[in-house]
């Protein structure tokens, strides 16, 4: 069975602080692939980052870094000096060997200024 | 570049009328899919398609039907709308891979009175 918990369901952080959401996943495929979407107040959803499960390594891109651990099944995606702007839903999801996509709940992140 | 449409946009239904909603999407994706929206459970799946004359059902399948016979449209229908239909309805697309990501639309928000 395929699952993705994203156990933060809210977070609230004052602008200029780290966060970090949590992604944890679930899987019996050995070749798979994660996401993070973004979701503004607009209500877009918004194409982040994908890692496929044979790369361990860490990604940045700017204010943005993933952490992806398969010990542990963990994808975990780090805002570095956060900005209002950030404000929004996060979406973790999952693809295996079939065409489906696996999305956690959400998390929504509120930057305050 | 419009990517990925979705027609309409806002709709109120009375329960027992059926509408269609409309996804068209212009960068020759194959796979296409219908996911709908609700607060605290993230994206789930409705229905999916691997191309064109194919469908296949995805977690939430009930009270929903759809069509492919476009490669480039994804028709979700319901034929008997229920208030537990009203939801925020969003139509993705993807090239062949695993590692595609997928394209959103700007989704449709359907209200069931």
């Known amino acids: 069975a395929q699952k993705v918990t994203q156990a933060q369901t809210e977070i609230s952080v004052v602008e200029k602080e780290d966060v970090t959401l949590d992604c944890v996943y679930e899987?019996?495929?050995?070749?798979?692939?994660l996401f993070w979407y973004k979701q503004p107040p607009s209500g877009e959803l918004v194409f982040l980052i994908r890692?496929?499960?044979?790369?361990?390594q860490n990604e940045i891109s700017g204010r943005y870094s993933w952490n992806f651990q398969k010990s542990t099944s963990s994808f975990n995606f780090t805002i570095t000096a956060s900005q209002v702007v950030d404000s929004a839903v996060y979406f973790c999801?999952?693809?295996?060997?079939?065409?489906?996509?696996?999305f956690g709940s959400g998390t929504k992140l509120n930057v305050k200024p | 570049n419009a990517g990925v449409t979705q027609t309409p946009k806002f709709r109120v239904l009375k329960t027992g009328q059926s509408m269609t909603l409309l996804c068209a999407q212009d960068?020759?994706?194959?796979?296409m899919y219908w996911y709908r929206q609700d607060p605290g459970m993230g994206l789930r799946l409705i229905h999916y398609?691997?191309?064109?004359?194919?469908?296949a059902k995805g977690e939430v399948p009930d009270g929903y039907n759809v069509s492919r016979l476009k490669k480039q449209n994804f028709l979700l229908g319901l034929e008997s709308a229920a208030p537990s239909q009203t939801s925020v309805y969003f139509c993705?697309?993807?090239?062949?891979?695993?590692?595609?990501?997928?394209?959103f639309g700007d989704g449709t928000r359907l209200s069931i009175l």
């Open positions: 993705a697309s993807r090239s062949l891979g695993g590692s595609q990501p997928q394209h």
């Open positions: 899987t019996r495929d050995t070749t798979y692939y």
């Open positions: 890692r496929n499960s044979f790369d361990e």
């Open positions: 999801a999952l693809i295996g060997n079939f065409n489906k996509f696996y």
């Open positions: 960068m020759n994706h194959e796979y």
């Open positions: 398609s691997v191309g064109e004359g194919t469908t």
